[in-house]
């Protein structure tokens, strides 16, 4: 851990001056006698590079290194769209939203053309979750490792918060409802909305297209908090087919045989080098004979030999597994 964090500060700082250095020498250039003679051909550039480039910056120096998510890179790219549209004389924004029509239809098209078989693939995979069932049928259509778990969890969070108030989850399961996490997550969106109302109308005097960008954020982050709640309630810790399967809402998931477990016991605090897969407070430590792989959020791994877990009945998951 002490490594790491020092590893991470480094890559944000290189971030943070590689993008200061590239918008001074963008708005510099913007504002200099060299744009005037001719402003249509440098503000393509400047558009390029407010966008696309500043986006590559931040996923080499920060994304691929774990220092940042990846959806950081989306927030980089659409303020590179809104700092374009506010401030660069004649830069291409309508070439930008025609680009990106064109990247959705040929995605849309890809995944038409594949559905059998991604349907077939996810199928096969439904025991590993909704996440994980979607990224194996995106991967065995052809799709990269790490852009099928991002996929897949974007459009996992959109279905469970669209389709999850109307579903039940599967008996026979440890659920982890009775955490307290509920009530924070109503917490944090009730927090939310009044916050992102007044936020916007201040945004609106200076710029209605970045107040509109971050109330797009909010609602994102609401969206991904009922998702959440609702992985949470409809998909539990499971056994079946001689697997432990470990599903914690969209953040994390893992299978475990059961032949892999050497104990289970109940536990109050998370012990220094388990993995923490609790919900708030953890209630259960799972210990394997050798580290499992734990799959993440958009694709993120780690690896142990020791889970803590929240489970609402400790006791009925220890007789289970004894």
């Known amino acids: 851990m002490d490594t790491v964090i020092p590893s991470r500060a480094r890559s944000l700082l290189l971030t943070a001056a590689a993008l200061a250095v590239l918008y001074a020498a963008l708005f510099g250039i913007v504002g200099s006698a060299m744009f005037a003679r001719a402003p249509v051909h440098l503000a393509l550039a400047v558009t390029f590079d407010l966008t696309v480039t500043a986006t590559a910056v931040v996923w080499w120096l920060a994304i691929r290194r774990k220092a940042l998510p990846a959806w950081s890179g989306l927030a980089v790219l659409s303020w590179g769209v809104a700092a374009a549209r506010a401030w660069v004389p004649h830069a291409p924004i309508g070439g930008l939203v025609a680009a990106g029509a064109v990247l959705d239809l040929v995605a849309t098209s890809w995944m038409l053309l594949r559905f059998r078989r991604i349907a077939q693939a996810t199928r096969a995979a439904r025991d590993e979750g909704p996440i994980g069932a979607l990224e194996a049928g995106l991967a065995s259509a052809g799709m990269p490792a790490r852009l099928a778990a991002i996929i897949a969890t974007e459009l996992v969070v959109v279905w469970l918060a669209i389709t999850g108030w109307f ?147 400790p006791a009925a998951l220890i007789a289970a597994l004894s």
């Not at 039940?168 to 009530?183: D, K, L, N, Q, Y």
């Open 167 to 313: 579903r039940r989850p599967r008996a026979g399961s440890f659920s982890m409802r009775s955490t307290g996490w509920m009530a924070v997550a109503g917490v944090i969106a009730m927090l939310v909305i009044p916050e992102t109302v007044a936020f916007h109308l201040l945004l609106a005097h200076w710029s209605p297209l970045v107040a509109w960008i971050a109330t797009a954020s909010s609602a994102y982050l609401l969206l991904w908090l009922v998702g959440d709640a609702h992985a949470i309630r409809l998909y539990p810790v499971r056994i079946t087919g001689g697997m432990l399967r470990v599903l914690i809402g969209i953040r994390w998931r893992v299978a475990i045989p059961l032949e892999d477990i050497t104990s289970v016991e109940r536990i109050t605090a998370v012990p220094d080098g388990a993995l923490n897969l609790a919900l708030l407070e953890p209630t259960v430590l799972v210990t394997l004979r050798a580290p499992v792989e734990v799959r993440g959020l958009l694709g993120i791994r780690r690896r142990g030999d020791r889970l803590a877990l929240t489970i609402d009945d």
